[in-house]
């Protein structure tokens, strides 16, 4: 038994270590984005790390912070402010352990692939439109629709003069990141070593040591990092309830998707599965990662398929890879809290909008595309409503359509 557990660290101390050095700049990314702050983010990547990773029903699954909650998350910051988003946090967890408890996880894998898939690309539309104010260093606009504030900020763009470090900056990431990939595959030896890290490390001291005039991340206040002053929100509990509502449907979906995932590349990687995931357990575990970050001053996390198929990837075996990612980001910000506060933000948009466009996949687009026509329906129409409303709408305009679309072609076809 002793041999098992040592064989099995061998692979997942290191897979920890690779996957905290890729979810530490998208944490900060998140965080920033969401408008919640960097700190915010690396809060959500250590606790729900540690909590789902300890407590949910996958073995490989890496929570934290994730595109599709910060979609999700941006609007309902700028209405209800951090003190309102601890109370929706701890109500949005409690729906999920609820969802867990009642056994829900079963119908979530009932949701069309086609709508999935949509929901995917709705969310890599959003990621990069939400950049925006990063890239140019402008306000962002008013409002919470994703589309109008990306055409409002593109108006304060052009009422401002145009900031040519930060667009550099986001240029030179996204070059870094497919020159360091494009290395990786001639010299095996690279490969353990993350195009964002190498982007974020390499432009982080460039900009430094010449005093570039752009925007950083600003001081960790790692002595405070996990203090969190609560104070209930001046909005109707209907509003607040609305929202929990929306954010635990989105942090089911996504963990039972992202878990899904995880053992799909079990399979291809081990030629078998001998432990799948538990959906219930899952949820029940994500909603406690949820109502424990949201307490000290995170956000609500999901299951992020990017970090997990990272730690799958690394090689993990069990839940102790999930364990060391957590508590490496902790260790990292204690230690190293100084050095990444000079991160220039234009770096971290330029990281989301690579994790965007591995999102969205153009293979996996030109795939969508060229199936049936109800599968190609449901696909963009889902997209589109993620892209124009939000999640949660996309994904029942999808499922709607599908079904419409589907009994349509049936009965043509008969």
């Known amino acids: ?38 700190v915010s983010g690396i809060v959500t990547a250590i606790v729900a790390g540690l909590v789902a990773g ?26 209800v402010g951090m003190s309102g988003l ?44 939400q950049q925006l104010p990063l890239i140019f260093e402008v306000p962002r606009a008013a409002g919470t629709e994703t589309l109008t504030v ?43 070593i993350p195009p964002s890290a190498v982007a974020v490390v390499l432009l982080s001291l460039i900009a430094w040591a010449i005093s570039a005039p752009v925007m950083t991340v600003g001081v960790l206040p790692s002595g405070s990092l996990f203090r969190f002053n609560p104070a209930w929100p001046e909005l109707p509990l209907g509003a607040l309830i609305y929202a929990a509502v929306v954010v635990a449907l989105l942090g089911t979906v996504e963990s039972l998707l992202s878990a899904r995932v995880a053992d799909a590349m079990v399979k291809r990687r081990d030629g078998l599965i001998v432990d799948s ?3 219930n357990r899952e949820l029940v575990g994500q909603g406690l990662a949820t109502i424990a970050s949201s307490m000290i001053g995170g956000m609500p996390a999901t299951g992020a ?65 060229r199936t049936t026509w109800p599968n190609r329906v449901s696909y963009l129409s889902t997209a589109a409503v993620v892209v124009s409303i939000d999640l949660i709408w996309g994904i029942i305009v999808g499922v709607l359509v599908h079904a419409l679309s589907t009994g349509f072609s049936a009965r043509r076809g008969s």
């Open 305 to 369: 398929i990017a970090r997990t198929a990272v730690n799958v990837n690394a090689g993990a075996k069990t839940r102790l890879a999930t364990v060391v990612h957590s508590l490496v980001l902790l260790a990292f910000v204690f230690a190293f809290g100084g050095i990444v506060s000079h991160i220039p933000t234009a770096v971290l948009a330029g990281v989301l909008l690579g994790a965007s466009w591995r999102i969205a996949n153009p293979s996996s687009i030109l795939e969508n595309m």
């Open 1 to 38: 038994m002793f041999a098992r557990a040592f064989g099995a660290a061998t692979f997942d101390i290191p897979a920890g270590i690779i996957v905290a050095v890729v979810a530490l700049p998208l944490a900060l990314g998140f965080g920033v984005t969401s408008g919640a702050g960097a």
């Open 277 to 279: 995931y538990r959906p």
């Open 86 to 129: 601890l109370v929706v946090g701890v109500l949005a967890g409690a729906l999920i352990v609820l969802f867990g408890l009642l056994k829900f996880g079963k119908y979530v894998e009932k949701i069309p692939w086609a709508v999935m898939e949509g929901f995917t690309l709705g969310i890599a539309l959003v990621i990069a439109l």
């Open 150 to 192: 990306a055409l409002g900020t593109l108006h304060n763009v052009g009422l401002s003069s145009l900031h040519l470090w930060p667009i550099g900056l986001v240029v030179a990431t996204l070059a870094i990141k497919v020159g360091w990939s494009s290395m990786r595959t001639r010299w095996a030896s690279l490969s353990v």
């Open 54 to 79: 300890l407590l949910g029903g996958s073995k490989y699954q890496v929570s934290g912070p994730t595109g599709a909650m910060v979609v999700v998350l941006f609007p309902i910051i700028a209405q």
